[in-house]
């Protein structure tokens, strides 16, 4: 199977003869395993069938691989760590998918500066590390940060916990190094503040999602690191609530460094898969809020929040991280939702963004919705960032259930979402991208003209259509 508007001007077994003689025998895998493996990511929707797994050690090799295949008509899947949750790196017709794995080298920190340049397959957890080492901060932060590559993060624009404090990957973003469709290497990597001198392309393949070309390198900005983290979950009764937390701590002038939330049904699928996990609360609540918040200066800042949330009935109960111990601990509680569900059951997720003052109408209309809908055997689990107004709605089954008939049913609803969520004007991407999962709702968000002109940026940068094939939109 290959892409219907390439005709390949070499055999399967020639491309994949030319990738050893770029690359080396080591660094092309064929292995069936190796394939299903490589060749997908954390969707796990579509079946992966790619030609083969390139993994280059240098820029040098990625442009002459990309030369290679842009002069053959050959498609090319860009692969970072494969935690994508909207099928981008799935490789699933006959692709050649290059993956960064092998370039995964931090090749400077500038304590000065304060910036850390990488290559792109270092996992944005290396990079947490070695700012801390070096006394610094790297704020991307989310759960699959320890295989999750910066080069990933880039492609996809990845949100995370932090951005509500620090911006998302685009505000941590300097420099890139990018190889384009042809093979041409383009050095947009100068690590400066300031940087007024004509249009800024660099920021065209940050969330392109390996459309547009293959990035090799990285320049990030750190920050310091912050001081005195407090931690606090609590307990809520009602989603209209969430808001007044979040408008109550904005206006007592703390420093939030993360607001998340999670829903009573989203809690028990952890507490039932995570091992050892624990609930800080006596009574079940419908809701839970997690804030972090610097506490720059004086004791007390989250006692003194948390007091005047309860005397003015915002929340039910709470709980302060006592100790580091405990700190883990709640994080863990909304950290590892994504996985408990996935040991739970079938998912099919949502991940919208609303302006924050449309959350509380669009929350209640969404729960009629579902209510009227009340689909069988469907747990509807609402988690999300929620500071940033992004929220993740996620459908689930049991494994037992047939595939086609969960899929059918949870996209029913999801349509409806959907067009609900256009009368408010929110997006249906916040923060995972469109991929293959979702190309036919973007209309839903952007407009014809938007599409358009997206198709045109496209053909301008990747005139043959080698790279990454049929992710966002049809040519
Ligand atoms: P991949 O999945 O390998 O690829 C993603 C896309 O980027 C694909 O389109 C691929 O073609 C392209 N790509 C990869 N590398 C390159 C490159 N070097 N050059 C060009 N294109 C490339 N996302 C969030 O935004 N916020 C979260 O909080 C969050 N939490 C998550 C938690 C869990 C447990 C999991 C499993 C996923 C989570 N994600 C989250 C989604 C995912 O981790 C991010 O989208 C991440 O940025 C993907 O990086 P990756 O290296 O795994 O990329
Ligand atoms: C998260 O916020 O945990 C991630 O975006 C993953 C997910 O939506 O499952
Ligand atoms: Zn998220």
Redesign the pocket.
């Known amino acids: 199977m290959t892409h219907a508007h390439l005709t390949p001007k070499v055999s399967p077994a020639v491309a994949i003869e030319s990738m050893v003689n770029i690359v080396g025998k080591d660094s092309v895998l064929l292995d069936p395993q190796d394939l299903k493996s490589w060749g997908t ?2 969707t796990k929707v579509f079946e992966p069938e790619p030609l083969c797994i390139v993994q280059p050690k240098t820029t040098e090799a990625v442009s002459k691989i990309l030369k290679y295949c842009n002069d053959n008509q050959l498609a090319v ?9 909207c099928a ?2 799935v490789a699933s017709q006959g692709e050649i998918v290059l993956s ?1 794995h092998k370039m995964n080298k931090i090749l400077d920190v500038d304590a000065v500066g304060m910036t850390i340049t990488a290559e ?1 397959g270092v996992t944005t957890e290396m990079l947490q590390n070695a700012a801390k080492d070096a006394g610094m901060f790297f704020p991307l932060d ?3 940060k320890g ?3 910066i ?3 880039v ?2 624009n ?4 932090k951005l509500i404090r620090y911006g998302g990957t685009r505000e941590q973003v300097l420099g890139l190094e990018v190889v384009l469709a042809n093979g041409e290497v383009l050095d947009m990597n100068v690590a400066l503040r300031k940087n007024n001198s004509g249009y800024d392309l660099k920021h065209l393949f940050i969330g392109s ?2 459309t547009l070309g ?2 090799t390198k990285v320049v990030l900005r750190l920050v310091p690191k912050p001081k005195n983290l407090q931690l606090a979950i609590m307990a809520v009764g009602s989603f209209t609530d969430i808001p007044k937390i979040l408008q109550t701590a904005n206006a007592s002038g703390v420093t939030i460094t993360a607001f998340e939330f999670f829903t009573q049904v989203a809690h028990k699928i952890v507490l039932k898969h995570l091992p050892g996990a624990r609930t800080p609360f006596q009574e079940i609540s419908d809701y839970y809020v997690l804030l972090e918040l610097e506490q720059a200066e004086g004791e007390g800042v989250m006692e003194n929040l948390l007091g005047k949330l309860f005397d003015d009935g915002i929340i039910a109960d709470a709980t302060i991280a006592a100790n580091s111990t405990q700190f883990k601990e709640f994080w863990g509680l909304r950290e590892n939702i ?2 408990s569900l996935s040991a739970h059951g079938q998912v099919r997720k949502n991940d919208i963004s609303l302006a924050i003052d449309k959350l509380e109408g669009f929350v209640a209309a969404l729960q009629q919705m579902l209510a009227n809908e009340n689909p069988k055997d469907m747990d509807l689990v609402l988690f999300g960032h929620i500071g940033d107004g992004n929220l993740h709605i996620n459908y689930v089954s049991p494994k037992s259930r047939d595939s086609k008939d969960f899929h059918s049913v949870a996209r029913a609803i999801e349509e409806k979402v959907f067009k609900l969520l256009a009368e408010f004007k929110g997006s249906i991407s916040a ?3 469109i ?1 293959l999962t979702k190309k036919k709702d973007l209309h839903f968000t952007r407009t014809e003209r938007e599409v358009a002109w997206m198709r045109q940026t496209k053909k301008m940068w990747d005139p043959v259509g080698i790279l ?1 094939p049929g ?1 966002i939109f049809d040519l």
Not at 77 to 85: D, I, W
């Open positions: 990511d954390w899947t860009p692969s970072g760590g494969r935690t994508g949750l981008g790196a960064l792109a989310l759960a699959a295989s999750c590559q080069g990933g993060n492609a996809t990845a949100g995370g916990v999602e390996g293959v990035v994504t996985e923060e995972h991208g991929g990454n992710k």
